[in-house]
């Protein structure tokens, strides 16, 4: 991992690998990241969040996951995120204070989602219990209101959040609210916080209006395609990027029409890595035999712009 670096490009939302019987397998990290640095170019990873079913984990599986996830990537990734986030402010404290004393690069919460904070001093409190057992690490919020339910704006959010949180380091915004993100970067850029973009099929328009970089799914297997995007729209060539973002865009639109979340982009996972992702866990249900026929074969006929 690299110390200071900045945290700009892609981040992968890492999926977690399963034992058939459903236990974590934590023998294939070292291949997925290898897989990740090697095949995706993408040197960054958000570990136990949504893709990687972190809420559906128990506090050790999601320890052991970090640990591993760290152990791998010395030397190989740039900067691991941990996911602390939990429904329980306790044991959000605990995984901030084991991120911490394993060497993760960053920590990151999402709200609690089933007694929901209705106001902004009500979030950035339970915020700050959990960014403050973890001292040394830069902290990000993760904003994703369709799953939490939680629609405080952003905006409002980081109106003296450093004060509150001086770890404070960025956001993590997976909603499709633009004026909120445009807001945020104009008003919070002499700040130099980071705001990293969570909803794939969107990236271009969010580069547009100043998005430091993205962390998303279809990275683990579209990285090395979308990375070539982001080099297109710093040149700046917006026609090649628009081609980039628009057969992704058409790839997501198919799968999302056949049923798509974490266990098809597990399934999506295993066939193009070569690396068996497992199933999902309940109450989530494995990817049927048909989408994976039809999203290998909608994924196949895409002709990039780089063949």
């Known amino acids: 991992m690299t110390p200071g670096k ?10 977690t690998p399963m034992t058939p019987d459903g236990q974590i397998n934590l023998l294939v990290i070292r291949q997925y990241v290898d897989y ?35 152990r791998q990537g010395r030397d190989k990734l740039d900067h691991i995120i941990v996911h602390v986030g939990a429904l329980s402010l306790p044991e959000s404290q605990e995984l901030a204070r084991h991120a911490a004393a394993i060497g993760a690069s960053a920590i ?9 904070p209705t106001k902004k001093d009500e979030l950035i409190a339970f915020l700050e219990k959990v960014a ?36 404070f380091q960025g956001v993590k915004f997976s909603d499709t609210d633009l004026l909120d993100l445009a807001q945020c970067i104009n008003k919070n850029g002499r700040e130099q916080f980071e705001f990293l973009y969570g909803v794939d099929e969107q990236l271009l328009s969010a580069l547009a209006i100043g998005a430091d970089g993205a962390v998303g799914s279809t990275y683990n297997y579209l990285g090395r395609k979308t990375t070539l995007m982001l080099q297109a729209f710093a040149k700046p060539d917006l026609a090649l990027a628009q081609k980039y973002q628009f057969l992704t865009g058409e790839f997501l639109n198919f799968v999302i029409k056949l049923g798509f979340g974490v266990a098809q982009t597990k399934a999506i996972m295993t066939f193009v890595s070569g690396i068996a992702m497992g199933p999902p866990r309940l109450p989530l249900v494995d990817a049927s035999e048909e989408f994976i026929v039809k999203a290998k074969a909608k994924l196949d006929s895409i002709v990039w712009p780089d063949g």
């Open 108 to 116: 990151a919460a999402i709200s609690p989602f089933f007694f929901k």
């Open 6 to 15: 900045r945290l700009q490009g892609l981040v992968a939302a890492t999926v």
């Open 132 to 167: 403050s057992e973890a001292p040394a690490v830069p902290f990000y919020y993760y904003h994703i209101p369709p799953l939490t339910g939680v629609k405080i704006r952003v905006g409002e959010l980081l109106d003296g959040i450093k004060e509150r949180i001086p770890t």
């Open 36 to 70: 990740l640095v090697r095949e995706q170019n993408v040197k960054n990873v958000f570990v136990n969040g949504t893709t990687g079913e972190g809420l559906s984990l128990t506090i050790q599986e999601r320890k052991l996951l970090a640990e591993e996830w760290v």
